[in-house]
């Protein structure tokens, strides 16, 4: 994405940056934590700047000169405007092989393989889920799980964890035992998409509905011990073995 490209897309997404800000801001007020410590653990600016995960390696400069912005800003206008010029300064987000909409992480040491997913097919000004484009989605899938058998012969297990198992429209796309396998988990991370992505549509604006009920929400019952309950909808953890999906995907 060119400097040009990243400065668009981060008016797009504005409102986004917007809502993080306004839940770290709320934690740090209630806890006395600082302001730059809830939003590296409660928001996913430092991933979406393309700093990869919190505290996987030294710390950015990127991400120095930000929260250093941040503790001066008097304003939330002021710490959003400066969200957006670090997210212009930063790097791709993503550095995985990509598949349509999907990516994958390599198998950890326990051969565990995590997929992600987001929006990367907006035609018809409608989303990626939309039910003409399962087959597309059901194709990406297809090829990422044979380039996963190819080059990860060790792998296991796949998980995923995300609010769109919530959504009938994703879990159509998946081994009927891996949707089935869905449960909440016991605490919830919010340095990721998991939670965050159910506030933004499919170009990136946040959704009416969505924004209105987290902050009902994180006005009325914001725990900052599980912030997580300030989204409309969980996320949801899942779980099956590897050779499910090379048979369904292959069957298919």
């Not at 919190?54 to 000169?65: D, F, H, L, Q």
């Not at 598949?99 to 950890?108: K, L």
């Not at 987290?214 to 912030?227: C, G, I, K, T, V």
């Not at 997580?228 to 899942?238: A, D, M, N």
Request: neutral net charge; aromatic residues 10%; hydrophobic residues 40%.
């Amino acid at each position: 994405m060119s400097g040009d490209d990243r400065a668009a897309r981060a008016e797009v997404l504005e409102g986004y940056f917007r809502l993080q800000l306004m839940l770290a801001d709320a934690v740090a007020e209630r806890t006395g934590q600082p302001l730059a410590d809830c939003v590296l653990s409660f928001t996913n600016l430092h991933r979406r700047f393309g700093l990869g995960v919190p505290g996987a390696g030294p710390v950015a400069p990127v991400w120095e000169r930000y929260v250093a912005g941040l503790a001066a800003a008097r304003t939330l206008a002021e710490r959003v405007a400066l969200t957006k010029a670090a997210f212009i300064e930063g790097l791709p987000e993503s550095q995985r092989a990509r598949f349509g909409c999907f990516t994958h992480d390599p198998p950890d040491a326990d051969g565990v393989v995590r997929i992600h997913f987001s929006s990367q097919d907006s035609e018809g000004d409608v989303g990626p889920l939309a039910s003409w484009k399962t087959d597309r989605r059901v194709d990406e899938l297809r090829r990422m799980f044979a380039a996963i058998r190819a080059a990860h012969p060790d792998a296991k297990t796949v998980r995923g964890s995300s609010w769109l198992y919530n959504l009938e429209a994703y879990r159509r796309l998946f081994p009927p035992a891996y949707a089935a396998s869905r449960r909440e988990p016991p605490r919830v991370g919010l340095n990721g998409t998991s939670s965050w992505g159910q506030l933004i549509d499919h170009r990136g604006y946040v959704k009416p509905d969505v924004e209105a009920a987290f902050l009902r929400n994180l006005r009325q019952d914001l725990d900052p011990a599980e912030p997580w309950r300030v989204f409309p909808l969980r996320p949801l953890i899942t779980r099956a073995p590897i050779e499910t999906f090379y048979v369904f995907y292959e069957s298919d």
